[in-house]
């Protein structure tokens, strides 16, 4: 059954965590407030979290900032002078402060987190970056950094290995400094270039960025192995044309409409130890390049986005050789928008399948040549279906999940998600077939969105059964009415599970 409430769910460190953070500004901070608070700026303060490691006295800060709970007066006693992890990430007010703090006392600062952070005082974090020599990790996501935050850290962050700017608007001249000894107007200043031993660099959502900028990433690092970049096949086909390339990438990506076949092939066959795939359907782009990657030799994840207009991927045709190969690798498989998709094969083969997802498919095929090797998937934790009856009257509808498919589905006894929208297959008699597999013995987290031929009595041995349910969505699903909702609440309250639901 979910879980009752009991202080045994959270650990000691946990239950004592937020206790500090509920007393905080009555008992922790109440010297400093009476005394000390807003007579000066403190560089440094002996507080009360002085004797504890600096990492614990960062999760009360976290935990604050997460409740919404963070006030200025806490940083002068939770920024540690021996911190060398800090996370400001989601942080607009008194971000200031905040580095400032930092700039002044934590001299030993592997890994900064600012991302989500619009309002960082650029002067303030580039004198951070240019005084402390020792960063390893920068995560900036969405932030409102640019190329001159980029200049700053090639200058100054020669063990920097992990740096994440995704969705800002670094552009080319920024990811040239990187690595290149130029200056962002592209004259020579030995002084730039010192980000040599970048591991992981993420510029996905970076509009400014093109295949140039990229591939002179792929060529200077020596030591990249993931580069999250919405088009890696383009980079690596300029980079291949001006030298050998010798790649270690993890993955590897295409998205762009110039790319032939013969420069997804290459790219392949240049990084055979990729173990990640993300492909997107291009014009010029047939499905056999795709059959390169049989030549990989692992793969671990398979991400297709079909684009029914520029040469339709066939599931048939691509994804069932790779699926065939790699079967006992693959443990992540997402399907957009494909034709054709055999629901049985990828149950059958893929033993090892942990995370399914299948978005805006056309149509799904059964093809029952021999007996099926399983009734469910052996090893399947998530699965996130949206399945959809569209007939537009020219022939280019979507059909639903068939109702023997999304039943093997459900019938997956170790689901620890399971996410179902649009499905109008889905009713009470598939979880009673559903239950001779599987108990939901791990169920954490149920979502069903539009779901209209389902009722809370078809749910019923779900949601007051024996598993640790977490959290349950019900939205849209006509046939749950407020009435089922409230009894599910009495059920809740009456029986102290820790269940959050959503109903609407």
Request: proline share 3%.
């Amino acid at each position: 059954m979910p879980t009752v409430k009991q202080k045994a769910k959270k650990s000691l460190q946990k239950l004592c965590i937020e206790n500090v953070c509920k007393h905080m500004d009555t008992l922790w901070c109440k010297h400093f407030l009476d005394y000390y608070y807003k007579i000066s700026h403190w560089k440094y303060v002996i507080g009360p979290f002085d004797g504890i490691l600096p990492s614990l006295a960062k999760e009360i800060l976290v935990c604050l900032k997460d409740s919404k709970q963070l006030r200025r007066h806490h940083l002068y006693l939770l920024i540690s002078v021996y911190a060398k992890s800090v996370d400001f990430s989601g942080c607009d007010t008194d971000l200031n402060l905040m580095l400032q703090l930092t700039l002044e006392r934590c001299y030993m600062l592997q890994e900064l987190k600012i991302s989500r952070c619009m309002k960082i005082p650029r002067s303030i974090l580039n004198n951070l970056i240019s005084t402390i020599d020792t960063l390893v990790s920068i995560e900036a996501a969405s932030s409102n950094i640019g190329d001159d935050f980029m200049s700053v850290i090639s200058v100054y962050c020669p063990n920097l290995r992990y740096l994440d700017v995704s969705y800002t608007s670094i552009s080319n001249r920024g990811l040239r400094t990187l690595v290149l000894q130029e200056d962002l107007d592209g004259c020579h200043d030995a002084r730039f270039g010192q980000c040599r031993n970048i591991a992981l660099l993420k510029v996905i959502g970076c509009q400014k960025i093109t295949d140039q900028g990229a591939a002179v990433i792929l060529e200077e690092l020596k030591n990249l192995q993931i580069f999250e970049y919405s088009n890696l096949v383009g980079a690596i086909r300029i980079a291949s044309q001006n030298k050998d390339l010798v790649l270690k990438l993890k993955s590897i990506s295409c998205g762009s409409e110039s790319l032939e076949d013969e420069d997804f092939c290459e790219a392949v066959l240049l990084n055979t130890n990729c173990d990640k795939v993300f492909i997107t359907s291009c014009p010029n782009l047939t499905e056999t390049s795709f059959l390169s990657l049989l030549e990989l030799d692992s793969l671990t994840e398979l991400h297709i986005t079909n684009d029914i207009c520029h040469n339709p991927i066939s599931f048939q045709y691509t994804c069932s050789p790779l699926l065939e190969k790699f079967s006992t690798s693959l443990h992540t498989l997402n399907l957009y928008s494909l034709e054709h998709v055999n629901i049985q094969l990828i149950r059958d083969v893929c033993i090892r399948l942990t995370d399914l997802t299948l978005m805006w498919n056309i149509n799904f095929i059964t093809l029952q040549e021999t007996e099926p090797v399983y009734s469910y998937f052996p090893s399947l934790k998530t699965a996130n279906i949206f399945s959809i009856e569209v007939d537009p009257g020219d022939g280019n509808g979507f059909s639903n999940l068939t109702y023997a498919d999304l039943l093997t589905i459900i019938s997956s006894p170790n689901l620890s998600k399971l996410v179902l929208s649009h499905c109008s297959n889905l009713v009470d008699e598939i979880f009673l077939q559903a239950a001779e597999f599987s108990k939901y013995e791990f169920l954490q987290h149920l979502q069903l969105e539009k779901c209209s031929e389902v009722t809370y009595e078809g749910l019923q041995d779900i949601l007051e059964g024996s598993n640790p349910l977490e959290t349950v969505c019900l939205n849209n699903c006509n046939l749950i009415t407020r009435r089922d909702y409230t009894k599910y609440l009495d059920v809740i309250r009456k029986k102290k599970w820790n269940v959050k639901v959503e109903w609407s």
